[in-house]
C-alpha cells in the first residue's frame, strides 16, 4: 500500500534543496506492489511527484521514466530527441 503524498518534496524546494530519492531497482520485490512490478511507474510516479531525479542501480529504467516524464510534461522537449541542438540548457539530465 502507498501512503498518501505528502509536501516534503515542496517544502525541500522551497527550502533550497533538490529532491533525489534512492536506490530505485528493477525487482518487482524491491517495490510497493501498487506498481505492478513496473518499475518505468515506479520512478514516473517520483517524478510526477516532483522529485529532480532519482538514484537507480539501473539508469536506463530512470532514463525511461524520466524522458517519459519531460515528453509529457513539457512539449518542447521533443526537440531534444529530433535535434539535440535545439534543447534548451534545463534539459541536460
Known sequence: MLLAPTTVVADAHRA?????????????????PAFGGNAVAE?????????????SDFADTAVAARTMFLLATEPSYADCLVDAGRCRDDHDD
Do not use: K
Open 16 to 32: 533550497g534543496l533538490v529532491v533525489h530519492p534512492f536506490t530505485f531497482r528493477n525487482e518487482a520485490s524491491q517495490m510497493a
Open 43 to 55: 520512478s514516473l510516479r517520483f517524478y510526477e511527484l516532483g522529485v529532480d531525479g532519482v538514484f
